[in-house]
């Protein structure tokens, strides 16, 4: 049987054993080449900072090696008897973020580290909070450094219903929590005799046993994001597509959303070979019958469950560098392959992600590194989705100066919303 | 590693369809690109994705840079496929500091700075090119794991490895200003394996470097005087994969530059590297 594959993610606050519970997970799944592991022995004999061994293997930069702070994400493969896992490691200082939900939106499950020692602490709740808004509901909580409290039972049980009330609060419910030793592989791997009030999994087990592999999203409606058009020649018009939900298939009549076209899929090409359908994730060719014209940004259909035409909608937005927003600003929202320009009708609310609380009710400004909830009106129509429906559509990136600027999940659109806009609660 | 043993052709059609669809994403928002071809085996993959993106033909120029210290058999190689394939080759080589007599021997460093990172700027520069298609992978070195899809560089071709932008999702952003060039790597989440396995399916040529003579072969391809070959006795693609599913040796373990000094790469990287 073929393995199957898995992005996972590690979050949790800095030192609390991110880079360590990797090399480690790396170490005993026997995928580090020996080569590697006598250059980071010297390295770590060098540098006089022993215990960092596993920390080395997986921070590659200068900086963070001397500073022993993983900078940017990073993503290595390890295998286990089920399934062949691609973990993403981020770093968990604060002015990071950013590259925190860049290793969080690529993932499938994520594993949360917790120091037994040190408990809860601001970026654990911070994590998981963005964790939960990226739309990753698989979660594991490894509770790390238990050699550090002398593998007391006592501290895993306090540590572990503390986090249950945070996950609960955030609506995770029923995660496991494993007390482990990344430094020493107590419960990673294998279990630990350190432990043995402990007779659950271990970390690897867990994973294997509650962590199901993302599936591709052929039974949603189909949506397709036209990529763009290339002219072969006066007759010949390739529309590029790469379908995001559903499954397209050939004969088949099609509306093309925001601009209303409608036709017949002819042909699906890929180099060399005709299909006869295509799935979520395949960039194909098309030779659409009886449309005039399409663009680049538009939203492929079926008729029966077309892609919505939406003028405004409610989003949270994760705002993480060089970036403000004000009631008003209009800004660059990218979904799909769309680049639409969308106005702040008004921000709602602003969320303390630490204390996971609306910090403020109808707020002017958000700003770097904060999380709120915000109306948008888009200036021309465009096709997105709510998140809960077609995720694939309901996410979107705030486009600046430097690339993408800011997140946001769609939490409803233009219909549900004009209820919401005769709520009193909403226009005050 | 033996990762990968289970690589079904499902894997490779999920790696090559992602790959297309980046190469697509930034033919549509580019409008003067351009991608890097060494003859290795991951920049030809890449130009083949290329070719099956744009339907048999590339619309963009391939460049190869020329340092004048590679081995014979690459320019072979690349004059051939360059023939049989029918896509329009640049070679960029930085003559003035050949024929002043720049080599290895004065500085790897050096030489990998004044060979390949600066010929490229100067090719960036003249083609005015505001996108270059690289075929570097995650899995190759520590520093190159920490690259993003899309790679913006700055005005001094720098890399800002320790403030890149975020990257969410399939996503891919082109920014409004502050970036000379981007580097696009649609290989990035590949595996050396995954680009063996597809060599193979697809039966793509290959640089006879790659395979073993005397019991050596060469796994990743440089500089003749800076690149040596390791131990193997793997003389077809089939062998080659038998052995990377339970080789130990890391696959740049041959490169020079990746050994010389403590985080050279890193340094080579920032600057504008590959």
């Given at each position: 049987?073929?393995?199957?594959?898995?992005?996972?993610?590690?979050?949790?606050h800095?030192?609390?054993?991110?880079?360590?519970?990797?090399?480690?997970?790396?170490?005993?799944?026997?995928?580090?080449?020996?080569?590697?592991?006598?250059?980071?022995?010297?390295?770590?004999k060098?540098?006089?900072?022993?215990?960092?061994?596993?920390?080395f293997?997986?921070?590659?930069?200068?900086?963070?090696?001397?500073?022993?702070?993983?900078?940017?994400?990073?993503?290595?493969?390890?295998?286990?008897?089920?399934?062949?896992?691609?973990?993403?490691?981020?770093?968990?200082?604060?002015?990071?973020?950013?590259?925190m939900?860049?290793?969080?939106?690529?993932?499938?499950?994520?594993?949360?580290?917790?120091?037994?020692?040190e408990?809860?602490?601001?970026?654990?709740?911070?994590?998981?909070?963005?964790?939960?808004?990226?739309?990753?509901?698989?979660?594991?909580?490894?509770?790390?450094?238990?050699?550090?409290?002398?593998?007391?039972?006592?501290?895993f049980e306090e540590?572990?219903?503390?986090?249950?009330?945070?996950?609960?609060?955030?609506?995770?419910?029923?995660?496991?929590?494993?007390?482990?030793?990344?430094?020493?592989?107590?419960?990673?791997?294998?279990?630990?005799?350190?432990?043995?009030?402990?007779?659950?999994?271990?970390?690897?087990?867990?994973?294997?046993?509650?962590?199901?592999?993302?599936?591709?999203?052929?039974?949603?409606?189909?949506?397709?994001?036209?990529?763009?058009?290339?002219?072969?020649?006066?007759?010949n018009r390739?529309?590029?597509?790469?379908?995001?939900?559903?499954?397209?298939?050939?004969?088949?009549?099609?509306v093309?959303?925001?601009?209303?076209?409608?036709?017949?899929?002819?042909?699906?090409?890929?180099?060399g070979?005709?299909?006869?359908r295509?799935?979520?994730?395949?960039?194909?060719?098309?030779?659409?019958?009886?449309?005039?014209?399409?663009?680049?940004?538009?939203?492929?259909?079926?008729?029966?469950y077309?892609?919505?035409?939406v003028r405004?909608?409610?989003?949270?937005?994760?705002?993480?560098?060089?970036?403000?927003?004000?009631?008003?600003?209009?800004l660059?929202?990218?979904?799909?392959?769309?680049?639409?320009?969308c106005?702040?009708?008004r921000i709602?609310?602003k969320?303390?992600?630490?204390?996971?609380?609306?910090?403020?009710?109808?707020?002017?400004?958000?700003?770097?590194?904060e999380?709120?909830?915000?109306?948008?009106?888009?200036?021309?129509?465009?096709?997105?989705?709510?998140?809960?429906?077609?995720?694939?559509?309901?996410?979107?990136?705030?486009?600046?100066?430097?690339?993408?600027?800011?997140?946001?999940?769609?939490?409803?659109?233009?219909?549900?919303?004009?209820?919401?806009?005769?709520?009193?609660?909403?226009?005050? | 590693?033996?990762?990968?043993?289970?690589?079904?052709?499902?894997?490779?059609?999920?790696?090559?369809?992602?790959?297309?669809?980046?190469?697509?994403?930034?033919?549509?928002?580019?409008?003067?690109?351009?991608?890097?071809?060494?003859?290795?085996?991951?920049?030809?993959?890449?130009?083949?994705?290329?070719?099956?993106?744009?339907f048999?033909?590339?619309?963009?120029?391939v460049?190869?840079?020329?340092?004048?210290?590679?081995?014979?058999?690459?320019?072979?190689?690349?004059?051939?496929?360059?023939?049989?394939?029918g896509?329009?080759?640049?070679?960029?080589?930085n003559?003035?500091?050949?024929?002043?007599?720049?080599?290895?021997?004065?500085g790897?460093?050096?030489?990998?700075?004044?060979?390949?990172?600066?010929?490229?700027?100067?090719?960036?520069e003249?083609?005015?090119?505001?996108?270059?298609?690289?075929?570097?992978?995650?899995?190759?070195?520590?520093?190159?794991?920490?690259?993003?899809?899309y790679?913006?560089?700055?005005?001094?071709?720098?890399?800002?490895?320790?403030?890149?932008?975020?990257?969410?999702?399939?996503?891919?952003?082109?920014?409004?200003?502050?970036?000379?060039?981007m580097?696009?790597?649609p290989?990035?989440?590949?595996?050396?394996?995954?680009?063996?396995?597809?060599?193979?399916?697809e039966?793509l040529?290959?640089?006879?470097?790659?395979?073993?003579?005397?019991?050596?072969r060469?796994?990743?391809?440089?500089?003749?005087?800076?690149t040596?070959?390791v131990?193997?006795?793997?003389k077809?693609?089939?062998?080659?994969?038998?052995?990377?599913?339970?080789?130990?040796?890391?696959?740049r373990?041959?490169?020079a530059q990746?050994?010389?000094?403590?985080?050279?790469?890193?340094?080579?990287?920032?600057?504008g590297?590959?």
């Open positions: 049987m073929s393995l199957q594959k898995v992005n996972l993610v590690v979050i949790g800095k030192d609390h054993g991110k880079s360590t519970l990797i090399g480690r997970l790396l170490y005993d799944s026997d995928a580090i080449p020996e080569q590697k592991l006598r250059d980071i022995e010297n390295e770590v060098e540098s006089g900072r022993q215990g960092f061994k596993f920390a293997l997986l921070d590659t930069l200068e900086e963070e090696r001397k500073g022993g702070l993983t900078i940017d994400i990073m993503q290595i493969p390890f295998k286990t008897k089920k399934h062949l896992y691609t973990i993403i490691d981020c770093p968990g200082h604060k002015e990071f973020i950013k590259n939900i860049t290793g969080a939106s690529q993932a499938d499950a994520a594993i949360l580290l917790v120091s037994a020692k408990g809860i602490q601001d970026q654990t709740k911070q994590h998981v909070f963005l964790t939960k808004t990226l739309g990753i509901n698989q979660l594991i909580v490894a509770v790390n450094k238990m050699d550090k409290v002398n593998y007391d039972r006592r501290r540590v572990s219903e503390e986090l249950e009330d945070v996950l609960n609060s955030l609506g995770y419910k029923e995660v496991p929590i494993v007390p482990v030793s990344a430094l020493n592989g107590d419960n990673i791997f294998k279990g630990s005799k350190k432990m043995r009030w402990y007779d659950g999994l271990t970390l690897t087990e867990t994973l294997d046993k509650v962590i199901q592999p993302s599936i591709l999203p052929t039974n949603k409606p189909l949506r397709g994001c036209v990529q763009d058009v290339y002219k072969l020649d006066e007759a390739i529309v590029v597509c790469k379908i995001e939900t559903g499954i397209l298939e050939s004969n088949r009549r099609v093309i959303n925001p601009s209303g076209e409608r036709g017949v899929i002819k042909k699906i090409e890929m180099f070979k005709d299909l006869i295509a799935e979520p994730g395949d960039s194909v060719g098309l030779i659409i019958d009886e449309v005039k014209e399409v663009k680049r940004g538009e939203v492929i259909s079926y008729s029966d077309p892609a919505k035409r405004s909608f409610v989003a949270e937005i994760i705002l993480f560098s060089d970036i403000e927003i004000k009631n008003g600003d209009v660059m929202i990218r979904c799909g392959t769309a680049e639409k320009k106005k702040v009708q709602l609310e969320i303390d992600p630490v204390n996971l609380t609306s910090q403020e009710i109808s707020p002017n400004v958000l700003e770097e590194g999380v709120g909830k915000v109306i948008f009106s888009a200036l021309e129509p465009m096709c997105l989705e709510e998140y809960s429906y077609i995720p694939e559509l309901g996410r979107f990136v705030i486009e600046g100066k430097r690339g993408t600027t800011a997140a946001g999940i769609v939490i409803e659109v233009e219909e549900d919303l004009r209820k919401k806009l005769n709520d009193k609660r909403v226009l005050d | 590693m033996d990762l990968n043993d289970e690589v079904s052709s499902t894997r490779l059609q999920e790696l090559e369809r992602k790959s297309i669809a980046i190469i697509r994403e930034v033919k549509a928002q580019f409008n003067n690109l351009a991608v890097l071809w060494s003859t290795g085996k991951d920049s030809t993959a890449t130009l083949w994705l290329c070719k099956k993106a744009f048999g033909k590339i619309p963009f120029p460049i190869h840079i020329d340092t004048g210290y590679k081995f014979p058999e690459i320019y072979e190689f690349r004059d051939k496929i360059a023939r049989e394939w896509f329009n080759l640049v070679i960029a080589k003559e003035k500091a050949i024929k002043a007599g720049l080599s290895p021997k004065k790897r460093f050096e030489c990998c700075t004044l060979l390949k990172t600066e010929t490229l700027k100067d090719l960036i003249k083609e005015k090119l505001d996108a270059l298609i690289l075929a570097i992978r995650r899995d190759e070195h520590g520093i190159r794991a920490k690259e993003r899809y790679s913006p560089r700055d005005k001094e071709f720098k890399w800002d490895y320790k403030n890149q932008p975020a990257e969410m999702w399939d996503l891919y952003v082109k920014p409004a200003e502050d970036y000379s060039h580097r696009v790597h290989i990035l989440h590949w595996t050396e394996l995954d680009v063996w396995q597809y060599v193979k399916e039966n040529p290959i640089n006879p470097l790659y395979f073993a003579e005397n019991g050596r060469y796994r990743s391809l440089g500089c003749k005087p800076c040596v070959s131990p193997s006795d793997a077809t693609i089939d062998e080659i994969v038998e052995e990377l599913k339970t080789s130990r040796i890391p696959e373990a041959g490169r990746d050994k010389e000094r403590a985080y050279m790469m890193q340094k080579l990287r920032s600057l590297y590959m």
